[in-house]
């Protein structure tokens, strides 16, 4: 079994100042980590992704996020976030191995409100 | 491709009564998935299917039952709504065991 927790609830940040979003989880096997941003009104969307090789991963709109096993720990980063990257975040986990593979665990979710 | 697809949008339900939530993909997934979103607790699996004719339990099931007679539609049945079953439900489906999941826009369902 596994668990997600995402360490602040809201996070509120002046446009282009850099912003952390905290997530750690548990799991007595090996996982896959992801990021999902929600836009108000809207469905989840894949941000960034964690499956093998470098723990240092990057989204396309500027966000990376660091595996580091020791720590159980997959935090999300910006060094400069921008009005539209006002939405909620969720951090999931997914066991690498057979069928419990397919179900994903997420965080309670992290609301980011950037401010002008 | 329209991807994942949801109706309705929005429903109220009366205590007691039952409603279908639809789901359609059209990207030839095999899995397909139902969330439910409360606030601040994330999304909870309600159920899951890895293929036509199969279903399974999430960690949520109680209340709701599925079925999955077509590649394409996983449709969400609620009988006797109760009030705790008021939240944003969201379908997703991917391809396969490694796919990444992909999400429809949901639906809010508020039962009073």
Same mark, same amino acid.
């Given at each position: 079994? %596994?668990?997600?927790?995402?360490? *602040?609830?809201?996070? #509120?940040?002046?446009?282009?100042?850099?912003?952390?979003?905290?997530?750690?989880?548990?799991?007595?096997?090996?996982?896959?980590?992801?990021?999902?941003? %929600?836009? #108000?009104?809207?469905?989840?969307?894949?941000?960034?992704?964690?499956?093998?090789?470098?723990?240092?991963?990057?989204?396309?709109?500027?966000?990376?996020?660091?595996?580091?096993?020791?720590?159980?720990?997959?935090?999300?980063?910006?060094?400069?976030?921008?009005?539209? *990257?006002?939405?909620?975040?969720?951090?999931?986990?997914?066991?690498?191995?057979?069928?419990?593979?397919?179900?994903?665990?997420?965080?309670?979710?992290?609301?980011?409100?950037?401010? #002008? | 491709?329209?991807?994942?697809?949801?109706? $309705?949008?929005?429903?109220?339900?009366?205590?007691?009564?039952?409603?279908?939530?639809?789901?359609?993909? !059209?990207?030839?997934?095999? +899995?397909? +998935?139902?969330?439910?979103? !409360?606030? &601040?607790?994330?999304?909870?699996?309600?159920?899951? =299917?890895?293929?036509?004719?199969?279903? !399974?339990?999430?960690?949520? $099931?109680?209340?709701?039952?599925?079925?999955? =007679?077509?590649?394409? !539609?996983?449709?969400?049945?609620?009988?006797?709504?109760?009030?705790?079953?008021? =939240?944003?439900?969201?379908?997703? =489906?991917?391809? &396969?065991?490694?796919?990444?999941?992909?999400? /429809?826009? /949901?639906?809010?369902?508020?039962?009073?």
């Amino acid at each position: 079994a %596994q668990s997600v927790t995402q360490l *602040d609830s809201q996070v #509120p940040v002046f446009e282009e100042a850099p912003v952390e979003l905290r997530c750690n989880y548990s799991s007595s096997v090996s996982v896959y980590l992801f990021w999902y941003v %929600q836009y #108000p009104n809207q469905g989840l969307q894949l941000l960034l992704k964690y499956l093998s090789g470098s723990t240092l991963v990057e989204s396309i709109n500027g966000f990376e996020a660091e595996f580091n096993k020791s720590q159980t720990s997959f935090h999300l980063r910006k060094p400069s976030v921008h009005i539209s *990257d006002t939405a909620e975040y969720f951090c999931a986990v997914r066991s690498t191995r057979g069928a419990a593979g397919n179900k994903l665990t997420f965080g309670g979710g992290t609301r980011v409100l950037v401010k #002008p | 491709n329209a991807g994942v697809t949801q109706t $309705p949008k929005f429903r109220i339900l009366k205590i007691g009564q039952s409603m279908t939530l639809q789901c359609t993909q !059209d990207m030839n997934h095999n +899995y397909m +998935y139902w969330y439910r979103q !409360d606030p &601040g607790m994330g999304l909870k699996l309600i159920y899951y =299917s890895v293929g036509a004719g199969i279903t !399974d339990k999430g960690e949520v $099931p109680n209340g709701y039952n599925v079925s999955r =007679s077509t590649t394409e !539609d996983f449709p969400l049945r609620l009988e006797l709504a109760a009030p705790s079953q008021t =939240s944003v439900y969201f379908c997703a =489906s991917s391809r &396969g065991q490694g796919g990444e999941q992909y999400f /429809g826009p /949901g639906t809010r369902l508020t039962v009073t």
